[in-house]
C-alpha cells in the first residue's frame, strides 16, 4: 500500500507496494536507496531495446551479442534428448524465414504452458550453431495487437539484490508502482526557466519519468541530456558559491606594496623578459593578494613553460610587504634543486633562503628552525617537512606548492593552518595538463591561471618511436649528442611494488650502456628511488655540473629537473608508461636552445592503447592536446591528480562524453553568480530551494576539499 505522504519523495522505500522490510533492506544495505527520492534519483544504466521488431531473415544478419525482438507463430514445440541433454525446441515463423528456439531448463514446464499456433514476441541474443542460427532462452510472450513497443530500464545489481527478486525486472516493478503516485509538484523544477527554453530541455519531472519508462529514443535522449546539464550545472554552482563564500568570509592579507626587492629584481637581475603569460598571471596574482581577500589559486602551465620564476616573484611581493613564504615540493631532489636555482636567482637580494626537508636534522634543523620563528629566513623551500608540527613561521603570508598532483589536499591543508590569524594565501603549480573540463570540476574552488605560453627560442622537441631492435641507433644519437657537448637522459619506469624487478631493470640496463659507453670517455650518472638523499643530490648534482655525460635514472627525475644543456632523453619501456608521465618526462630536455630529441623505446608487441600513447607523442608536444588523448583513453577517473577527488563521481554524467555539456553548465553557473550572486532574483527562487536542501548537498560538503 502507498501510504500518502506530505513529502512522498521522502516517503520510507519499505511501504511502498512489492517492497516490503526485507527488499527495503537489501535496498538500503548495497544500494544506500532509503526512500522514493532514492529509487527515483537512481538511474538506469541502460536500456534493452525492445522499440523495434525485426524480421527474421533480418535478426540473422545482427551482429553477434545484439538482442533482437521478433515476432511470429510458434511451432514444432517438443522435447527432444534424454537425461542432461534434455532440451525444448520450437520454431518461429514469420513472412521472411524461420528460427529455432532451444530452451535447456524448465523444460517440461514450458512445453505446458507455451501454445503452439500461437503468435508470440520473442525477445533474445542469437547464437550460431553449425552455420544454423538459434536462439536460446528467448523471453516470449503472446503477441497482442496492443503491444507498445518499448525500451526497458537496466539497472546496476548485486547478487544480493538479485536473489531478493531486485533484478532489474523487479526494479522496473517498483517503478511502476511508484511513479503514478508521483505528480510534477512533488519533483519540483530546479534549473532557471529561460536555461531550459534556450536548450530545449524537458522540464525535471518529465526528464525523471522518462528515464525509467521512455516513451521513445527521443524522448530518452531528451531527459538524459537534461539530467546530465542539471547535474553539471548544480556542481558547478556550487563550486563557484563555495568559491564566493569563501572570498566573502575569508579575510586574507594585503600585499599593497611592490616594494623595494620586487622592483630590484624585475628591473636589474632578471635576466629574460617575462612572456606574456607570465607577465598576466603575475598580474592576476598581485590583484588578488592586494584586494583583502584570501587566495587560493592554481597555476597550470606546461613543463618548461617558467612557473619558477613567477613564484619567485610573488614571493618577492610578499616578503616587501613584511611576510615570509614557503615553497613546498614533493620529492627532496626537487626541493633542493628550487632552493640551489633561487639562492642563485635571488642572490644580489638581501633576502635569506633556507631549505628544510627530513634530512636535515640535528643542529643545522635547530637553527632553522629558531630562525624562521624569529622571522630572520625570507623564504624556506623543502619538502612536506615544512608543513609538519614543529615547524613554526613568524609570520607567512605565502605558501606555495609545486607540482600539486603528489601532494594530497592534506598537505594543502597543513600549509593553510600554517599561520595566523589569517592563513597565508596559496598558489598551487602543477605541470600535469588536465584538460580544462576537468581542472573546472577536480579544483573548481580554486581560481586558475594559465601559462598557455613557453619563453622564445625554445624549439620544437622532436619525438621518435625506435623498438628495441634498433638499440644500436640510439645508443648512436646518444653518441652524436655527447660529441656536440650535450647531455641525455636514460629513463626506466617504475615497476610499482616491485623494487627488486626495477632494481633488476635498471642495473641491466646499466651494463649494457656502461659497455657501449666505457669510461673514462665517458662518465655517467645513476639516480633510482632507493638511493639515499644526499648520494641522489650528490650524482644529480654532477650531471648538472657537466661532470657526467649521461643520467641513468628511474622516474625519480620525472618532475621539475632543469638541466638545459642535456638535450637527450631517452625512454625505455615507453608502453608502461601513462601519458602524462611521458609528457613530463619529455619536458626535461628542450630547456636550452639547442635542438632537443626524445626517443621513446619499446618492444615490438604493443597493445593498442600503448600504440596510441607513442603515436601521441610523436605527433604532438601540447600538452593539452595530449591530455585530451589521455582522458579518452583512460576516462576522468584516471587522470593523474584526481582520483583522491570524489568530485569525479557522478551519478549520471561522465566527464568523458560530456565535457561539452560541462563547459556551457560552468558558463552558464558562472553568468548568473556574476550578476546576483545570491540568487536574489525571483526566477533563481527555485534553484536557490533546491541547493539548500539536503538532498542536492548529499555528500556534497565532504566531496569539496
Ligand atoms: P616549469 O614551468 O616547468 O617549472 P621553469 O620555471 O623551470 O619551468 O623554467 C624553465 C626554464 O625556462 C628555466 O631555465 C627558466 O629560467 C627559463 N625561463 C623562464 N621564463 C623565461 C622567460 N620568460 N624567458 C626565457 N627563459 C625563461
Ligand atoms: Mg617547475
Redesign the pocket.
Known amino acids: 500500500l502507498f501510504l500518502k505522504n506530505k513529502n512522498l519523495l521522502k516517503h520510507p522505500i519499505e511501504y511502498v507496494k512489492g517492497v516490503g522490510p526485507k527488499k527495503a533492506e537489501a535496498l538500503q544495505k548495497e544500494l544506500q536507496i532509503f526512500n522514493v527520492g532514492d529509487i527515483l534519483m537512481d538511474f538506469p544504466f541502460r536500456y534493452v531495446d525492445k522499440s523495434e521488431f525485426y524480421t527474421i531473415s533480418q535478426a540473422k544478419n545482427v551482429g553477434e551479442n545484439e538482442s533482437v525482438q521478433l515476432v511470429g507463430i510458434l511451432q514444432n514445440l517438443q522435447i527432444m534428448g534424454e537425461g542432461r541433454r534434455k532440451r525444448l525446441s520450437a520454431t518461429l515463423r514469420d513472412d521472411t524465414g524461420r528460427l529455432q528456439l532451444v530452451w535447456f531448463k524448465g523444460v517440461t514446464w514450458l512445453y505446458d504452458k507455451l501454445q503452439e499456433g500461437a503468435r508470440y514476441v520473442a525477445y533474445g541474443k542469437l547464437n550460431d550453431f553449425n552455420g544454423n542460427k538459434n536462439m536460446p532462452h528467448p523471453e516470449l510472450e503472446i503477441y497482442k495487437p496492443t503491444n507498445r513497443p518499448t525500451l526497458d530500464a537496466v539497472y546496476h545489481s548485486t547478487d544480493g539484490l538479485t536473489k531478493k527478486g531486485l533484478d532489474s525486472k523487479g526494479r522496473r516493478n517498483i517503478i511502476r508502482n511508484i511513479l503514478p503516485h508521483i505528480q510534477a509538484t512533488d519533483i519540483p523544477e530546479n534549473i532557471p526557466q529561460h536555461l531550459l527554453t534556450q536548450y530545449k530541455l524537458p522540464s525535471r519531472y518529465d526528464a525523471i519519468v522518462q528515464i525509467h519508462q521512455p516513451n521513445d529514443k527521443n524522448a530518452l535522449k531528451s531527459a538524459i541530456n537534461r539530467l546530465k546539464y542539471e547535474e553539471l550545472f548544480m556542481i558547478q554552482m556550487k563550486l563557484i558559491l563555495s568559491k564566493i563564500n569563501r572570498k566573502n568570509q575569508l579575510k586574507g592579507y594585503c600585499f599593497e606594496k611592490v616594494g623595494e626587492k620586487f622592483l630590484q629584481f624585475f628591473n636589474h637581475e632578471l635576466g ?4 606574456g603569460a ?1 607577465k598576466r598571471v603575475i598580474k592576476e596574482i598581485r590583484q588578488e593578494v592586494n584586494a583583502g581577500s584570501h587566495m587560493n589559486r592554481l597555476v597550470q ?1 606546461d ?7 613567477v613564484a619567485f616573484m610573488v614571493m618577492l611581493l610578499a616578503i616587501d610587504n613584511g611576510f615570509q613564504a614557503a615553497l613546498m615540493a614533493p620529492t627532496e631532489v626537487l626541493a633542493y634543486q628550487h632552493y640551489k636555482s633561487l639562492s642563485e636567482t635571488g642572490k644580489n637580494l638581501d633576502i635569506s633562503i633556507e631549505f628544510l626537508s627530513g634530512s636535515v636534522k640535528g643542529k643545522k634543523r635547530a637553527a632553522i628552525l629558531e630562525r624562521l620563528a624569529a622571522g630572520e629566513i625570507d623564504i624556506l623551500i623543502g619538502t612536506h617537512a615544512l608543513v609538519e608540527p614543529p615547524v613554526i613561521f613568524k609570520n607567512l603570508g605565502l605558501g606555495i606548492i609545486d607540482e600539486q598532483h603528489r601532494f594530497g589536499v592534506k598537505q594543502r591543508a597543513a600549509l593553510w593552518k600554517k599561520n595566523k590569524p589569517l592563513p597565508p594565501h596559496i598558489l598551487v603549480m602543477t ?1 600535469t595538463p588536465i584538460p580544462r573540463t576537468l581542472a573546472m570540476t577536480v579544483y573548481g574552488d580554486l581560481d586558475i591561471s594559465l601559462i598557455d605560453e613557453l ?2 627560442g625554445r624549439r620544437e622537441i622532436q619525438t621518435l618511436h625506435k623498438y628495441e631492435s634498433h638499440r644500436l641507433t640510439v645508443f648512436k644519437m646518444i653518441a652524436d649528442e655527447i660529441a656536440k657537448g650535450r647531455q641525455a637522459y636514460i629513463v626506466y619506469p617504475l615497476i610499482e611494488e616491485n623494487e627488486e624487478l626495477e632494481l633488476t631493470s635498471l642495473y641491466e640496463g646499466m651494463i649494457a650502456i656502461e659497455r657501449s659507453f666505457p669510461k673514462p670517455k665517458f662518465q655517467i650518472s645513476m639516480v633510482h628511488g632507493r638511493m639515499k638523499p644526499d648520494d641522489k643530490e650528490y650524482e644529480m648534482q654532477r650531471f648538472k655540473n657537466g661532470e657526467t655525460q649521461i643520467m641513468v635514472a628511474t622516474t625519480v627525475i620525472e618532475v ?1 629537473v ?1 638541466v ?1 644543456n642535456a638535450t637527450l632523453m631517452v625512454i625505455e619501456h615507453t608502453e608502461r608508461f601513462g601519458l602524462s608521465q611521458l609528457h613530463q618526462l619529455r ?1 626535461r630536455v628542450g ?1 636550452g636552445g639547442e635542438q632537443s630529441y626524445c626517443v621513446l623505446m619499446s618492444g615490438h608487441k604493443l597493445t593498442k592503447e600503448g600504440r596510441k600513447r607513442i603515436e601521441t607523442m610523436v605527433r604532438t608536444t601540447n600538452g593539452f592536446e595530449i591530455a585530451d588523448v589521455d582522458l579518452q583513453l583512460r576516462g576522468p577517473g584516471n587522470i593523474e591528480g584526481t582520483q583522491q577527488s570524489g568530485v569525479l563521481k557522478f551519478n549520471i554524467a561522465n566527464l568523458k562524453e560530456d565535457s561539452r555539456i560541462l563547459a556551457v553548465a560552468r558558463r552558464d553557473a558562472d553568468d548568473i553568480l556574476k550578476n546576483d550572486p545570491a540568487l536574489n532574483d525571483s526566477k533563481f527562487q527555485a534553484l536557490k530551494e533546491f541547493l539548500s536542501t539536503d538532498a542536492a548537498s548529499r555528500n556534497w560538503w565532504s566531496r569539496v576539499s
Open positions: 629574460f623578459e617575462l612572456t607570465q602551465g613543463v618548461g613553460s617558467g612557473k619558477t620564476i605541470a619563453p622564445p621539475g632543469n638545459p619536458g630547456r
